[in-house]
């Protein structure tokens, strides 16, 4: 199958001389819903910079459904809609304008343009706002009004940098639900980064986690959700001790006198744990995951890759 | 882009740039009408009165044009200088980097925008000055092709203003230390004959001066200049311009990092 995005040998050294990114390859498949994960300052917003031309990159090559961005620029624009990390669009303008104007960037003709706009304010829940200057708009609001932007001209490939910022528990649930279904129905390949991976895990099919320039991890969600091979459980104890138990054949670790930390690897019974505890007499009231799984590997992965990479460095 | 995308894209550009100075009147079209009232009442009128002739005409119709050129001059250039600046300093000019459009075609837009604020300004303050004399013009196309390459000159000159400017008072410094000294220098109040021959020719080398004389030669049919060769030389300033803004934009220097 075609890529919607091919990224070769990408590096970029800021003008300060801060390498970036070190090398980046990425392919992500038509149709793909791809989520790229990374730590603060790991590059993602520079990778996705790159391909909307806001960075010039400094070595590499960039295709957009095959094509070339530096030899047809102008066609593989065509195919992109961005939505960048940062609010971008004039404060002072109204809403509907800002969108009517984009589509003019692409030479929509004014009727279609119209009508598109129109549709896409009422889908992303802006109709009401549509005569509203774009500053009177909350957060969330003004993250959708940048999603109904870049949606205009019909892209095949829309990258979204951080889409679900600041945005509240509901609404960020009705953009996934719009997110699935344009991916779905409507064939877009969509790349996001962000920092919430349940978000990733529920909407993503392939994953990759940038650090410090580098891709550390290109796999499959369902991939690397197999990789998670130890989980750890907080119990909460019916009455505080002062010493950590032995638990055979288990990690465990006496948090604050009430709670015990207990890590199960793959294959372990978390039953057996529970029956040395009460050999001991100590009764667990109740129990819950320490934090989200995906986060602790996320994390591992992390730290891994800093630990290579600093092994590496010279000082 | 085909031809019907670009001119829909151009236009779109024209279309936000003018819709934003009108929105802005009060700060665009205003303040010049009432400066150059000013200039008409005081310099004109009072004290043009006892002046009397300035190269065979009338005091008061002899600054006309000149005055008429330095609002055209200062609005081209900064609706493009601040306009274009905004746009960088808000980011919205990352939706018009994205997009498929050329350089070339932003760069037009602008130019165009400004240029439309520019003449703006300038029919207005020829509506003003009718109050105070009769315009009796003798070259009108002469007239109107120098005062719209001049439009478009220094619409192209606020356009690289802003595509350097790193913070708002970059902007204003061109205007304030560079236009309106060479402006007044070029000949709107006088002509520059009654300088000294040597200030004649450092007057010489300031390009205000051509476009100021070139415009009044199409009004009043006097000038201190050979006006063929200032037509010449406005189009090759736009030339050169144009190249520069444009190598500046394919370097993305102070757009993209
Ligand atoms: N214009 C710039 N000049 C110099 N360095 C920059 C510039 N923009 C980004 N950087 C640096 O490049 C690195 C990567 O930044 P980038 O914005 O790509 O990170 P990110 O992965 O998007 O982080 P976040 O999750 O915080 O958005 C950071 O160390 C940042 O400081
Ligand atoms: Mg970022």
């Known amino acids: 199958m075609q890529s919607a995005l091919s990224i070769r040998g990408l590096t970029k050294v800021y003008d300060n001389s801060f390498h970036a990114l070190k090398g980046i390859d990425l392919e992500v498949p038509e149709g793909d819903f791809f989520a790229l994960l990374g730590p603060n300052g790991a590059g993602k917003s520079t990778t996705l910079g790159v391909v909307s031309s806001l960075v010039r990159k400094t070595a590499g090559k960039v295709s957009i459904y095959g094509i070339d961005v530096d030899r047809e620029f102008a066609r593989a624009r065509y195919y992109l809609g961005v939505v960048p990390q940062e609010f971008n669009f004039n404060q002072f303008e109204k809403v509907e304008d800002i969108i009517l104007t984009q589509a003019g960037y692409y030479g929509i003709p004014r009727q279609k343009a119209v009508k598109r706009t129109h549709q896409l304010l009422e889908d992303l829940g802006l109709w009401d706002k ?31 940098d951080e889409p679900t910022a600041g945005v509240d528990i509901e609404l960020r649930r009705s953009m996934w639900q719009y997110m699935k ?33 580098e891709i550390v991890q290109n796999t499959s969600m369902r991939e690397l ?29 006496l ?61 | 882009m085909n031809t019907t995308q670009l001119l829909i894209a151009l236009w779109t550009i024209v279309r936000s740039e003018i819709r934003r100075f009108m929105r802005i009147w009060p700060q665009t079209l205003l303040p010049p009408s009432i400066t150059m009232t000013m200039y008409f009442i005081i310099f004109g009128n009072l004290i043009g009165s006892r002046i009397g002739q300035m190269d065979g005409v009338n005091y008061m119709e002899y ?90 000159l220094f619409s192209i000159g606020g356009f690289i203003n802003a595509l350097l ?93």
């Open chain 2, 63 to 152: 600054i006309v044009p000149g005055l008429i050129m330095m609002s055209v001059i200062t609005n081209s250039y900064s609706n493009v200088a601040s306009s274009f600046f905004g746009s960088k300093f808000q980011r919205s000019v990352e939706e018009m980097i994205i997009s498929p459009m050329p350089n070339a075609l932003v760069l037009s837009g602008f130019v165009i925008g400004g240029a439309a604020r520019g003449l703006a300004v300038g029919l207005i303050v020829t509506a003003v000055s009718l109050f105070f004399t009769d315009l009796d013009m003798q070259h009108p196309i002469l007239t109107l092709l120098v005062v719209v390459m001049t439009a478009i």
């Open chain 1, 255 to 315: 948090v604050d006198g009430g709670q015990l930390m207990l890590s199960v690897d793959k294959g372990q019974r978390i039953n057996d744990a529970f029956a040395r505890l009460s050999e001991q007499h100590i009764e667990v009231v109740s129990m819950r995951n320490r934090a989200n799984r995906l986060e602790e590997l996320f994390v591992r992965l992390v730290e891994e890759s800093s630990d290579e990479t600093t092994k590496g460095e010279i000082r």
């Open chain 2, 165 to 257: 400017g790193k913070k708002f008072d970059d902007i204003s410094i061109v205007p304030i230390f560079v236009l309106t000294p060479l402006t007044y220098l070029g000949g709107v109040f006088y002509s520059i004959h009654t300088l000294p021959a040597f200030w004649q020719h450092v007057s010489l080398i300031n390009p205000i001066l051509y476009m100021v004389n070139t415009f009044r030669y199409g009004i009043l049919g006097v000038s201190d200049i050979n006006v063929g060769a200032a037509v010449g030389a406005i189009a090759i300033f736009i030339v050169i311009f144009f190249a520069c803004a444009m190598w500046l934009l394919r370097r993305g220097k102070g757009l993209r990092s």
């Open chain 1, 130 to 160: 549509r005569h509203d200057a774009a500053r009177q708009l909350s957060g969330g609001m003004k993250r959708r009004l940048m999603i109904a932007r870049a949606l205009v001209h019909g892209p095949r490939l829309l990258i979204l």
């Open chain 1, 225 to 253: 959700l197999s990789q998670l091979s130890q989980e750890t459980f907080v119990l909460d104890l019916a009455e505080p001790i002062t010493q950590c138990p032995a638990v055979e054949g288990f990690d465990v670790e």
């Open chain 1, 181 to 213: 279904r344009i991916n779905e129905q409507e064939g877009v390949t969509i790349i996001l980064t962000t920092h919430y991976l349940e978000e990733a895990e529920s909407l993503c099919r392939n994953i990759a986690i940038i650090n410090h320039g």
